[in-house]
């Protein structure tokens, strides 16, 4: 590797642990006083940072609090992904895309370890500031972006293409449940258990027999 790949990897190394701190310090901070409680000088002080690095990182308060999207993607774990596409048929499905999407959240999911308690901060901090949702669901709009184009560059189509959007759609919401089980007061179980036993639930379901219904003309047309 040169030495220019090295400081530009550790560069954006340590960008990323500028994000997680003010993220943690932001979230801390709405757990312990409310969104409302506190100033963006309040993180900046807690963080160790100027309010223009603040700024240069999240535009507000409550992008600090749901982090930044990279930030828990892990790039070895992707890259491991791209490379199961290589060989498909060109405009054509990878045959090991739904094995390689399972391994692919099992590998994200072993990441989870370390920042379980952030996690549940997080869910508590929702949980106090309602609002936040609304900034949940456009992270969540821009995740499954992300992912649709990674798929259409693992399998060279377009991220317009159904089995795309339709791989995005169910393992997005196996990721969700499979959280909030996680998660819920009283769970004793792994997380790899309940992802296992959604992703199992949702093949079974999906590879039931169904006959494709035919176009009938509505009552009193032709």
């Known amino acids: 590797m ?3 790949a ?9 960008r990323a642990a500028t994000r997680a701190a003010i993220t943690a310090v932001a979230r801390s901070l709405t757990s312990e006083r409310g969104l409302n409680g506190y100033t963006v000088e309040d993180v ?4 160790g940072i100027s309010r223009r690095t603040f700024f240069n990182y999240f535009p507000t308060k409550e992008d600090a609090i749901l982090g930044h999207v990279d930030d828990e993607l892990p790039a070895d774990v ?3 992904f791209l490379r199961g596409g290589q060989g498909s048929p060109a405009g054509g499905i990878s045959a090991s895309l ?7 959240s099992l590998s994200m999911s072993e990441r989870m370890s370390s920042s379980e308690e952030e996690t549940r901060q997080l869910i508590g901090v929702i949980k106090k500031e309602p609002q936040l949702m609304l900034k949940i669901i456009g992270a969540t709009e821009e995740r499954e972006a ?10 060279g189509v377009p991220a317009s293409h159904p089995v795309v959007r339709m791989a995005v759609v169910v393992m997005g919401n196996i990721g969700r449940h499979t959280s909030l089980a996680y998660f819920s007061e009283g ?4 997380y790899r258990d309940l992802l296992l036993e959604n992703f199992e639930a949702a093949r079974f379901l999906l590879s039931q027999p169904y006959s ?6 509505a009552e009193g047309q032709p």
């Open 2 to 4: 040169n030495e220019s």
């Open 6 to 14: 090295t400081t530009g990897g550790l560069r954006e190394r340590k």
């Open 44 to 47: 900046c002080e807690q963080a």
């Open 78 to 80: 992707f890259d491991e």
């Open 98 to 104: 739904l094995q390689d999407l399972l391994q692919l």
């Open 146 to 155: 992300h992912f649709a184009e990674l798929l259409a560059r693992r399998e």
């Open 187 to 190: 769970n004793t179980r792994t």
């Open 212 to 217: 494709r219904p035919t176009n009938t003309p």
